[in-house]
């Protein structure tokens, strides 16, 4: 077969889920097992790869779904722990005394706090707690989705503290090969993810600093009585300031601690640092702005539900208790992260490994201890505790929690073994390479040495795709390996791009705007929000497809690859 039609047959199962998805608005609980079985269909029959390969691959896909599984149950069990606790409601109150002034309330409360939520709990959460937030505090629901939808981007890569880069790049990107390279450099798949990692946090602290900026002006220019987008550009200097307060402390954490902690600690950096400065009246202009009275309000706007911040009853609970659960996971992690403390060690030393799996090459870990999901659910106990929970109160958090994973466990069961069929593809009888790398050497051939700039488009389209930067990365993180091999490029710097571009389609992933809409009674509407959020996504992809050129074309960045 010609490299033509490999390169089609490769791409079918992305390319029918896409119009499954976006097309025909089927649901990803139906979309993902019919690309699963057209996967398994074209690598059995046009890649030669056995029945044993396939099921040995659909095993590697079930552990590293188990993992993410863990990851999310631990995150969304904590925001429902404090949801019923009284905590999420606590720091909504904390938020409403600091200022009246709707933009500076965007910089701080969907910038930061949305932030900080992504960093730690990640899969369309900051969104869905953001969005009714702000409408609480009398924003209009159509832009509180708007805005919600927006946060998702800088802090993407590393939400869910680094799973789209430990889970998604590692899980979409590992392969015998690539380690026998590394170990011939007396380097590790971590130092790899590292020079990813870096690569990242500057590419998203030049791009995303003017994200605080974007939110106001498409807030003062849709929603804002006079329609200006002038009114969002006069406190400039203030959404600058709040853009580096968060992107400063994320490029630096980056660099020196890895991917876990950027957007979890760059966000916890940046709020104390911007109240501070609301505090003392740094930057803010003398005029406060605020929404015309809600009477005027067009019904295009206005969600179907009402949302209370007083919902606590008699029952209250401080700001520093509030807040303490999600310290103890930023500090739990840096202890457990730092390679100079023995904690690393110990949790990494239980790990349950399936070697050559149904007699194959292939072989799959976990390390339950020293998963994320581990530190978030010890955090969720210390809530049941500290804000003294009833067993009612736990068994809802819990209930909710399950349904949510439920859900969740569903589609991936189907996406995460279907990207490992796809990455293992290349064991076949017949010495062809893997899908990935065929769809890499036509893209290669066929667009040449500007591919770069379109590489982060290639992982905003995964990320629209499947709703998840994690997803996206472990569809196209091997895709994009091979291009930038082919065209003799920085692997580790085409990689991050590809992270990057997947954290900004988060902003049009119909999935979050689903669930965001819903958190605000403003389902069916979704058409409207991904026309506004569209405008930031290709402001995203189009920047750092720009900076990635220049630096390979430019600069010259050099690969760890290169001896």
């Known amino acids: 077969m010609s490299s033509f039609v490999l390169f089609l047959l490769a791409l079918t199962p992305i390319l029918v889920s896409g119009i499954m998805l976006v097309g025909f608005k089927i649901p990803a609980k139906i979309a993902m097992p019919i690309a699963l079985v057209l996967t398994i269909l074209i690598a059995a029959n046009a890649w030669g790869l056995s029945i044993t390969d396939i099921l040995a691959s659909y095993i590697q896909g079930l552990v590293i779904t188990a993992d993410i599984l863990y990851i999310i149950f631990g995150a969304i069990l904590l925001l429902s722990l404090l949801k019923y606790s009284g905590g999420v409601t606590a720091i909504r109150q904390g938020f409403t005394t600091i200022s009246s002034d709707r933009r500076v309330q965007v910089v701080l409360i969907v910038w930061l706090f949305g932030s900080f939520i992504e960093g730690a709990a990640g899969f369309g959460t900051p969104a869905a707690i953001v969005a009714p937030l702000?409408?609480?505090?009398?924003?209009?629901?159509?832009?509180?989705?708007?805005?919600?939808?927006?946060?998702?981007?800088?802090?993407?890569?590393?939400g869910a503290v680094g799973t789209p880069i430990l889970v998604g790049v590692r899980g979409g990107l590992q392969n015998p090969e690539l380690d026998a390279q590394l170990a011939g450099l007396d380097l590790s798949f971590m130092d790899y993810l590292?020079?990813?990692?870096?690569?990242?946090?500057?590419?998203?602290?030049?791009?995303?600093?003017?994200?605080?900026?974007?939110?106001?002006?498409?807030?003062?220019?849709?929603?804002?009585?006079?329609?200006?987008?002038?009114?969002?550009?006069?406190?400039?200097?203030f959404t600058l300031f709040g853009g580096v307060a968060f992107t400063i402390p994320y490029l630096l954490t980056g660099i020196f601690l890895g991917p876990e902690f950027p957007s979890?600690?760059?966000?916890?950096?940046?709020?104390?640092?911007?109240?501070?400065?609301?505090?003392?009246?740094?930057?803010?202009?003398?005029?406060?702005?605020?929404?015309?009275?809600?009477?005027?309000?067009?019904?295009?706007?206005?969600?179907?539900?009402?949302?209370?911040?007083?919902?606590?009853?008699?029952?209250?609970?401080?700001?520093?208790?509030?807040?303490?659960?999600?310290?103890?996971?930023?500090?739990?992690?840096?202890?457990?992260?730092?390679?100079?403390?023995?904690?690393?060690?110990?949790?990494?030393?239980?790990?349950?490994?399936?070697?050559?799996?149904?007699?194959?090459?292939?072989?799959?870990?976990?390390?339950?201890?020293?998963?994320?999901?581990?530190?978030?659910?010890?955090?969720?106990?210390v809530v049941i505790f500290l804000h003294k929970m009833n067993g009612v109160e736990v068994k809802k958090a819990f209930a909710e929690s399950a349904r949510m994973i439920i859900a969740a466990g569903f589609v991936l069961i189907f996406t995460i073994p279907m990207v490992r069929i796809y990455i293992n593809s290349g064991?076949?009888?017949?010495?062809?390479?893997?899908?990935?790398?065929?769809?890499?050497?036509?893209?290669?051939?066929?667009?040449?040495?500007?591919?770069?700039?379109?590489?982060?488009?290639?992982?905003?389209?995964?990320?629209?795709?499947?709703?998840?930067?994690?997803?996206?990365?472990?569809?196209?993180?091997?895709?994009?390996?091979?291009?930038?091999?082919?065209?003799?490029?920085?692997?580790?710097?085409?990689?991050?791009?590809?992270?990057?571009?997947?954290?900004?389609?988060?902003?049009?992933?119909?999935?979050?705007?689903?669930?965001?809409?819903?958190?605000?009674?403003?389902?069916?509407?979704?058409?409207?929000?991904?026309?506004?959020?569209?405008?930031?996504?290709?402001?995203?992809?189009?920047?750092?497809?720009?900076?990635g050129m220049l630096a390979i074309y430019l600069l010259g960045v050099k690969d760890i690859l290169t001896p």
Request: hydrophobic share 55%; glycine share 8%; proline share 6%.
């Open 134 to 158: 702000l409408v609480a505090l009398g924003f209009p629901a159509m832009a509180a989705v708007m805005l919600g939808m927006m946060v998702q981007s800088t802090a993407v890569t590393f």
């Open 194 to 237: 590292q020079a990813v990692t870096s690569n990242v946090v500057i590419l998203h602290a030049i791009t995303g600093t003017l994200i605080p900026t974007l939110m106001v002006m498409m807030m003062t220019r849709y929603f804002g009585t006079n329609k200006s987008w002038k009114e969002g550009l006069e406190i400039l200097p």
């Open 264 to 381: 979890l600690l760059g966000s916890l950096i940046g709020i104390g640092i911007v109240i501070l400065a609301i505090k003392s009246r740094f930057l803010l202009p003398r005029k406060e702005w605020d929404f015309a009275p809600k009477e005027r309000w067009p019904s295009t706007w206005l969600g179907t539900i009402e949302i209370n911040t007083d919902d606590l009853g008699d029952k209250r609970i401080s700001l520093l208790r509030a807040w303490f659960p999600y310290l103890l996971v930023a500090f739990l992690l840096v202890l457990s992260r730092l390679p100079q403390l023995p904690f690393k060690a110990w949790l990494t030393g239980i790990t349950i490994n399936i070697n050559q799996i149904l007699g194959t090459t292939l072989n799959a870990s976990s390390a339950p201890l020293y998963l994320p999901g581990t530190i978030l659910i010890l955090a969720g106990v």
């Open 427 to 547: 064991m076949n009888p017949l010495e062809l390479d893997g899908m990935p790398i065929v769809m890499a050497d036509w893209v290669a051939t066929n667009v040449g040495t500007i591919y770069p700039f379109f590489a982060p488009s290639v992982g905003a389209l995964g990320a629209f795709i499947a709703g998840s930067n994690t997803v996206s990365n472990l569809m196209f993180s091997l895709f994009q390996f091979g291009v930038a091999n082919q065209l003799m490029v920085p692997t580790t710097l085409v990689i991050a791009l590809q992270a990057v571009g997947a954290a900004a389609g988060n902003m049009i992933a119909i999935h979050n705007v689903v669930a965001a809409s819903a958190t605000v009674g403003l389902l069916g509407k979704e058409g409207l929000v991904l026309r506004k959020t569209i405008f930031p996504t290709f402001y995203y992809v189009t920047v750092v497809g720009i900076l």
